[in-house]
């Protein structure tokens, strides 16, 4: 499709819009904005959050002390000498980006979202490789139709205070003012061709300078040939949904039973009954008054075995089992501990599989800018990411 100076922004409005709908959605789950009952007037309701205590306790066992490993693809002079430089390189660039705080932070979004990304570029005034973390919400892309891994085109929205808009432009963007003190900007990358956009006006078209498109994008677990991923939320809403109702609901009876309901059987009319010690009801011959008890029979009981059975369903669903929280109802250890945590195991196994092809894709775009701008050689490396182990 060819792109005239303001058919991509149009295009990108009316884009994704299911998918942009359910991150909104995910993130007010992470946020604790929803999963609570409906509360009528005067009746509060519960809400626990333990979307955001799974997705934080899942990304805690994920990301441990990762870091870059580079191999020469040969036993060449020049490939050993290239991996030691490419080694240093990445060693600096992590260091200089604080990598590692940048990817738990990035795992905390992708967990929530069910999409994760990197941005690689170059900074002229530093004169070294910048590794950001750009909000997916404003990450559109294309890819081959046979192919989701391999993408054709990123764009990137996202919003400039007008000011930073000018200073880039080096002038004012057009319509930017008083009454848009924030300029809207889209990037468009191909392998061969950037373009910028500020406020639907095409500003700068050139040649692209890293010779691949900058971005990683990767996802928190895949859908079957699709290119955006599930979210660890997404198989959990119901239950949370319903544990945040049962425990209202409890929470409602309880109260109740510590402001006890008068009832008085064949009476007309009563005034001023006071429901409190040493007072003294006078009522009809034929008539009957007592409290109601709505804990007699065992009838809690009910609702807290209800509860954790959807308690238990959650954490069936978030494959993270209870004793990942500490809750150690036995002594176990050693072979019969990780049975039990087996489920989590292999969620952290699969996302790792996913991460080290998302790092690897990062530090050989690291490589190449560094390679596009500075003259240096990386072509005969290999790079490649260690983990540290699930339990330290």
Do not use: C
């Not at 890819?143 to 891994?149: E, F, G, I, L, N």
């Not at 991923?229 to 945040?244: A, F």
């Not at 894709?361 to 800018?369: F, K, S, T």
């Amino acid at each position: 499709m060819a792109l005239t100076e303001s058919s991509l922004p149009r295009l990108i409005d009316r884009m994704d819009a299911d998918r942009l709908r359910r991150y909104r959605e995910y993130l007010d789950y992470h946020e604790g904005r929803r999963g609570a009952p409906p509360a009528r007037a005067r009746e509060r309701s519960l809400t626990f959050n333990y979307a955001r205590a799974i997705v934080e306790k899942g990304v805690s066992y994920l990301v441990t002390e990762h870091q870059p490993v580079v191999t020469p693809l040969d036993a060449s002079v020049e490939a050993r000498t290239q991996a030691a430089d490419a080694a240093r390189l990445l060693a600096e660039t992590w260091e200089a980006n604080d990598l590692a705080r940048l990817d738990v932070e990035t795992e905390i979004d992708t967990a929530v979202l069910g999409d994760g990304a990197f941005k690689v570029t170059w900074d002229d005034v530093e004169e070294r490789v910048v590794v950001t973390a750009p909000d997916v919400q404003g990450l559109f892309a294309w890819w081959h139709p046979d192919d989701v891994h391999r993408l054709r085109r990123v764009a990137s929205r996202y919003t400039l205070d007008t000011e930073d808009a000018a200073e880039r432009l080096g002038r004012a963007p057009k319509g930017a003012g008083r009454r848009a003190p924030r300029v809207d900007v889209v990037e468009a990358w191909t392998a061969n061709q950037f373009d910028l956009w500020m406020q639907g006006e095409l500003v700068e078209s050139r040649a692209n300078p890293y010779g691949a498109i900058p971005f990683v994008i990767y996802p928190n677990l895949p859908r079957p040939k699709q290119f955006w991923g599930i979210s660890d939320i997404e198989p959990i809403r119901g239950t949370l949904e319903e544990l945040n109702r049962a425990y209202t609901q409890l929470s409602r009876i309880l109260e109740l039973s510590g402001n006890p309901i008068a009832v008085l059987e064949n009476v007309e009319e009563a005034r001023d009954i006071a429901v409190q010690p040493g007072a003294v009801w006078e009522v009809p011959e034929q008539a009957r008054a007592y409290l109601l008890d709505l804990l007699q029979g065992g009838g809690v009981r009910l609702h807290v075995e209800y509860v954790d059975l959807v308690y238990r369903a959650m954490h069936d669903l978030a494959e993270t089992p209870r004793i990942a929280f500490g809750d150690a109802r036995s002594d176990a250890s050693g072979v019969a501990l990780q049975v039990e945590l087996d489920p989590l195991l292999r969620r952290v196994a699969r996302k790792r599989l996913i991460r080290s092809a998302a790092f690897r894709r990062r530090d050989r775009l690291i490589l190449d800018v560094a390679a596009a701008h500075t003259g240096r050689a990386f072509d005969r490396v290999r790079t490649e990411v260690t983990w540290g182990p699930v339990f330290a």
